[in-house]
């Protein structure tokens, strides 16, 4: 119902990223170029309004929109692991058909949808080891609504406006 689009041809890239901090910074560029990409999806696009739709969302209610399209991945995404020592990095119409990925993938979804129907978005980076400024072991959004960013982190139980307590966060724009 939400994936109306026909399945696309698996794309794989296989490709080294570096350790470290600098592998960090490689993965969230990945990142927003497929964020950048799903928003300019036909598909990822019509499955936000059609969530928009199902949500009973009014028009310009960009509020709204945000808070659906949040709803609907935490509701209808399912959090999976990548493979043991393997970064996997789905598409966002990939992610419409399998229905499941980690935080990144979760992101590269939510993202791509929020960007299609004209939300800003950037990326959140965090860490939970003050003596390791530079380790980065999460990821989530945040979307611009009037002139404040609002973090979503569609992998916990938590609700809009709900980040991760970390002593280490790094913001990474999309731009």
């Given at each position: 119902m939400y994936?109306p689009?026909?399945r696309s ?14 592998g960090?910074?490689v993965?969230?560029r ?10 300019k ?10 969530i ?27 959090y999976?692991r990548d493979?043991?020592?393997v970064?996997?990095?789905?598409t966002?119409?990939r992610?419409?058909q399998?229905?499941?990925g980690d ?24 860490g ?5 400024k530079?380790?980065?072991s999460h ?11 609002i973090?979503?982190?569609?992998t916990?139980?938590?609700?809009v406006?709900?980040?991760?307590k ?6 990474v724009s999309?731009r």
């Amino acid at each position: 119902m939400y994936a109306p689009c026909q399945r696309s041809p698996l794309k794989i890239y296989r490709g080294h990223i570096p350790k470290g901090y600098a592998g960090t910074l490689v993965t969230a560029r990945y990142i927003a170029d497929l964020i950048k990409d799903g928003a300019k999806d036909f598909c990822v696009r019509q499955t936000a309004i059609n969530i928009f739709r199902l949500y009973g969302v009014h028009p310009k209610n960009y509020f709204g929109e945000m808070a659906a399209l949040f709803a609907w991945i935490k509701n209808n995404i399912r959090y999976t692991r990548d493979i043991f020592k393997v970064e996997l990095l789905h598409t966002a119409r990939r992610m419409l058909q399998w229905r499941a990925g980690d935080c990144d993938d979760m992101t590269i979804l939510l993202g791509a949808m929020l960007e299609a129907t004209g939300h800003p978005v950037r990326l959140a980076l965090v860490g939970r080891n003050p003596k390791r400024k530079k380790l980065f072991s999460h990821i989530y959004l945040e979307t611009l609504y009037k002139d404040c960013w609002i973090p979503l982190d569609p992998t916990m139980n938590k609700p809009v406006g709900w980040a991760p307590k970390a002593p280490n966060k790094k913001i990474v724009s999309l731009r």
